[in-house]
């Protein structure tokens, strides 16, 4: 194929390479097979694999012309998908996008693989540079793809009996009846596994998971704002700092926050977390109100106080932590 010709049908999205396989790869059949318009369509032979309907038109190379790979081809599949490659073996398609940039942009998000390039530049040099990353591509979508999963592993049934973490402890959800009060009690031996304890929630058996999951919130976020007050004045001193405001944050990725003013924000789902690890974020946050940055000087001073910092700091990922 000429060069020009090449360069003109990358810029429109054509692939003619993937074109011409998908070509050359469907199998001839008779015309008894072929539905006439308005007719139904007729059952795939069973000696092929079935193609999902819904799945979106890819283009690019192509296995064997379907846009599903062999059996046993690991695949990641943008929902928007318009192009796919293999990549170190796995087939990847995704999202693109073309906008007023210089360069090629890449980001791996929960939906895939997502990829921005400026209006000219030819398809065949975003899937080069595509190939040149392909290591932290296909490692990133791994990881998306393990982290999603446990997401949905730790995600809370909000019903009779769901457990979840407090303080290091786990807490087993006891629907108490109306007209009591929210609080903790101690399992009967023998009858709850482990080391739990119990959540007395003043609601009825009948209560709906959006009931259950706004009663436990309200307690869990009242615990909350008692801790955070007493380890922010056991800290305060030893930092030599005054605080002057504490407000509770819901943040998806943000554990805490300072201002020069004194005002401290933190998140109430830090109560999820051991005491060790909360403590590490309070008194992070109120270093800040000696140095607000993160210098050597600061994490000296978080260090004066928490001097495992770094190891508690790793354990904010901890994915055992329930999504809500």
């Given at each position: ?9 990358d810029?429109f999205?054509?692939a ?15 015309k008894?097979?072929r ?5 139904k ?30 059996a046993?081809v ?29 360069t090629i ?16 530049t ?23 793809t ?34 009591g ?12 596994a ?11 058996e009948s ?12 307690w ?9 007050t ?5 800290f ?27 005002s ?5 789902r830090?109560?999820?977390f051991?005491?060790?690890?909360l403590d590490?974020v309070?008194?992070?946050e109120?270093?800040h109100?000696r ?8 994490w000296?001073t978080?260090?004066?106080v ?5 190891a508690?700091?790793a ?10």
């Amino acid at each position: 194929m000429h060069p020009l010709l090449r360069y003109t049908l990358d810029l429109f999205g054509a692939a003619a390479p993937a074109s011409e396989s998908k070509t050359r790869a469907r199998p001839s059949s008779p015309k008894s097979s072929r539905a006439s318009p308005g007719s139904k369509p007729l059952k795939a032979p069973k000696a092929k694999p079935p193609v999902a309907p819904t799945a979106p038109r890819i283009e690019g190379p192509a296995p064997a012309g379907s846009v599903l790979p062999p059996a046993g081809v690991p695949q990641f599949a943008h929902p928007e998908a318009s192009r796919q490659l293999h990549l170190g073996g796995v087939l990847v398609a995704y999202a693109l996008a073309r906008g007023q940039r210089r360069t090629i942009g890449m980001v791996v998000g929960p939906e895939g693989l997502s990829v921005r390039a400026p209006r000219w530049t030819p398809l065949h040099e975003i899937d080069a540079a595509l190939q040149e990353k392909a290591r932290w591509i296909v490692r990133k979508l791994q990881e998306t793809t393990v982290r999603r999963t446990q997401q949905i592993e730790r995600q809370i049934v909000w019903e009779q009996g769901a457990v979840f973490p407090f303080l290091g402890q786990t807490l087993c959800l006891q629907l108490a009846g109306a007209g009591g009060v929210t609080c903790l009690g101690e399992a009967p031996q023998g009858q709850v596994a482990g080391a739990l304890r119990l959540l007395y929630v003043a609601l009825p058996e009948s209560a709906s998971a959006t009931q259950i999951r706004a009663a436990v919130r309200t307690w869990l976020t009242a615990q909350a704002q008692q801790i955070f007050t007493a380890r922010l004045d056991y800290f305060a001193p030893l930092l030599q700092v005054r605080w002057k405001q504490l407000g509770l944050s819901n943040a998806a990725t943000r554990w805490g926050s300072a201002r020069s003013d004194g005002s401290i924000r933190l998140n109430w789902r830090l109560v999820h977390f051991e005491l060790p690890v909360l403590d590490y974020v309070v008194a992070h946050e109120l270093s800040h109100l000696r140095v607000m940055n993160h210098s050597p000087r600061f994490w000296d001073t978080v260090r004066s106080v928490v001097p495992d910092y770094a190891a508690l700091r790793a354990r904010l990922k901890d994915d055992s932590v329930p999504r809500w």
